[in-house]
């Protein structure tokens, strides 16, 4: 069977840790994958833009030495009408992988339904589960494990909450989450995800007030008030948002080892700081360094279907 990475529950609990290890063991040897996969061939379709994502894909598919190849969405025969199943059809002739960035998180879906190559949701409207593995290996480089932490989440309850909402529930940690009213994170994601933290530990905690959320928090993370797609509501979006700030005096709730986690971009001045963002407790550099780990990690075993990488470094 052909495996996916369309949410982060896609790869389930001992696929995150398999990553993870993974992951940490291709940074202690800087990346070097020796052409593992040398001869593959993997498309990558951003129908929203991209710095982190898709320059750390196409970087992790040629260390793995295989070709990326970019397919611009307006070149495609998706825009004029081509559906989504054919495409996956075709694509799975030529590729070995598909990364697609997109808007519903059903056009990820329906693409894996038809394809025969492993599909990777690289963020929709509702999931960004990259951004996440490089955040639980971020947590896990600081801390040692994830296990038990307490992690503040700031901002708007979509994507990226709800992806390490999912990684919560799998790894055991806490996510405190604090949204203004209406911005809450989706009731099904966090249920499914209280019920993994039955059995992981861990909790999903949902309320309005960051203080209360960022309270002796081992780390806090925010995002952007507006995200891509509700340019247009950026302006109420600043009004609603305006108390979920991550200011040095909220940072001060927080353990006093506590450090500061985006998946970036930043809108510094919204979201946080300055003094936060480039502050001692910042590991936002090392986050966005980790998608490239994590990226390599995942391609290597989505391709392969291999728990083990003897193959590697
Ligand atoms: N964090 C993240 O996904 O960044 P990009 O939008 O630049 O890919
Ligand atoms: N929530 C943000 C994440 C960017 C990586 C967005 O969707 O724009």
Known sequence: MTRHLLTLD???????????????????????????LAGGRVGLIFDKPSTRTRVSFEAAAWGLGMLPITLRPD????????????????????LTALVIRTFDQSRVEELARYATIPIINAL???HHPCQALADVMTLQEEFGDTAGLRVAFIGDGNNVCHSLIQAAGHLG?????STPDGFEPNAAIVEAARANCLV????????????????DADAVYTDVWASMGQEKEREERARIFAGYCVTPELMALA???????????????????DEVIDGPQSRVWDEAENRWYTEQALLYVLITGEECWERMG
């Open 200 to 215: 992981n530990g861990g909790a999903i905690e949902i309320g309005h007030d960051v203080r209360a959320a960022a309270a």
């Open 10 to 36: 896609s790869l389930g609990r001992d696929g995150i840790l398999v990553n993870l290890e993974l992951a940490i063991h291709l940074k202690s040897i800087k990346g070097m994958a020796r052409d593992t």
């Open 75 to 94: 070149e495609l025969q998706l825009g004029r009408g081509e559906t989504i199943a054919d495409t996956a059809r075709v694509l799975s002739r030529y």
């Open 124 to 126: 929709t409207d509702d």
């Open 255 to 273: 353990k006093p080892r506590a450090i500061f986690l985006h998946c970036l971009p930043a809108h510094r001045g919204d979201e946080v700081l």
């Open 173 to 177: 940690f806490t996510l405190a989450i």
